[in-house]
């Protein structure tokens, strides 16, 4: 069916076996959802494209197998694994929806350029940034993920952060990279948060509460006048 037409009258659902690297479904448009099955195939650099589905479109891979394709290509798609496969995702955007991806394997991803997320689902996704890129989004979108920096002048911002903070998984090692967290609402840290060396800054009028061995030794300032 690569390069054909196929439209539904109604709703309809196609599912499609031996895909390739580089099949290209982009002339399928149908209401129902699209079943692409990869799990013939050894690794999959993905080029190709999944057409137009008003339904679900669902990736099919198997055992030790892994997939790499553009966050353009993968966004809002549900991948399963049969046995531990794994995806490995480039050129992460603002709004990366990756939320579908339930594998057993590993989970990365790139972020090529500075992106300031807005709706962006990461869903556990191990995070390389390249150099002189930054990465600003929630504490919610970010904060536990494991993130680390491919070379230098490197900034992660962590907004929003909760009560629960745990950036320890954010690796900034380049010369010049830094972490910063920003503080939105009156916050109270659990025993548990941990800042992370993070430059910290409180917006105005809102009071950040920390026991001493959280916040000594970090650089926080205000937006305003902070407490």
Same mark, same amino acid.
């Given at each position: 069916? @690569? @390069?054909?037409?196929?439209?539904?009258?109604?709703?309809?659902?196609?599912?499609?076996?031996?895909?390739? /690297?580089?099949?290209?479904?982009?002339?399928?448009?149908?209401?129902?959802?699209?079943?692409?099955?990869?799990?013939?195939?050894?690794?999959? !650099?993905?080029? *190709?494209?999944?057409?137009?589905?008003?339904?679900?479109? +669902?990736?099919?891979?198997?055992?030790? &197998?892994?997939?790499? %394709?553009?966050?353009?290509?993968?966004?809002?798609?549900?991948?399963?694994?049969? *046995?531990?496969?794994?995806?490995?995702?480039?050129?992460?955007?603002?709004?990366?929806?990756?939320?579908?991806?339930?594998?057993?394997?590993?989970?990365?991803?790139?972020?090529?350029?500075?992106?300031?997320?807005?709706?962006?689902?990461?869903?556990?996704?191990?995070?390389?940034? /390249?150099?002189?890129?930054?990465?600003? @989004?929630?504490? %919610? &979108?970010?904060?536990?993920? +494991?993130?680390?920096?491919?070379?230098? !002048?490197?900034?992660?911002?962590?907004? /929003? =952060?909760?009560?629960?903070?745990?950036?320890? !998984? =954010?690796?900034?090692?380049?010369? *010049?990279?830094?972490? /910063?967290?920003?503080?939105?609402?009156?916050?109270?840290?659990?025993? #548990?948060?941990?800042?992370?060396?993070?430059?910290?800054?409180? #917006?105005?009028?809102?009071?950040?509460?920390?026991?001493?061995? &959280?916040?000594?030794?970090?650089?926080?300032?205000?937006? @305003?006048?902070?407490?």
């Amino acid at each position: 069916v @690569g @390069g054909l037409t196929i439209t539904d009258t109604g709703t309809a659902n196609v599912s499609v076996t031996a895909l390739a /690297a580089d099949t290209d479904l982009s002339n399928v448009s149908i209401a129902g959802n699209l079943t692409a099955d990869y799990s013939a195939l050894s690794d999959v !650099n993905f080029i *190709g494209s999944l057409g137009t589905v008003a339904g679900t479109t +669902t990736i099919n891979m198997a055992s030790n &197998q892994t997939l790499t %394709a553009t966050a353009a290509k993968l966004t809002g798609l549900t991948i399963t694994d049969t *046995g531990t496969a794994n995806v490995s995702i480039t050129a992460i955007d603002v709004d990366t929806d990756l939320s579908g991806v339930d594998i057993a394997g590993t989970k990365t991803a790139t972020v090529a350029t500075t992106k300031i997320l807005t709706t962006a689902n990461l869903n556990g996704f191990d995070i390389d940034i /390249a150099s002189g890129a930054n990465l600003t @989004g929630t504490d %919610a &979108q970010i904060g536990d993920l +494991t993130i680390t920096d491919a070379g230098e !002048n490197t900034t992660v911002t962590v907004t /929003a =952060i909760a009560t629960n903070v745990d950036l320890s !998984n =954010i690796t900034l090692d380049g010369a *010049g990279s830094t972490l /910063a967290a920003t503080v939105t609402a009156n916050t109270v840290l659990a025993g #548990a948060a941990n800042l992370h060396s993070a430059s910290v800054n409180i #917006a105005d009028t809102f009071t950040l509460t920390a026991a001493a061995s &959280q916040v000594g030794g970090l650089t926080i300032t205000d937006t @305003g006048t902070a407490n």
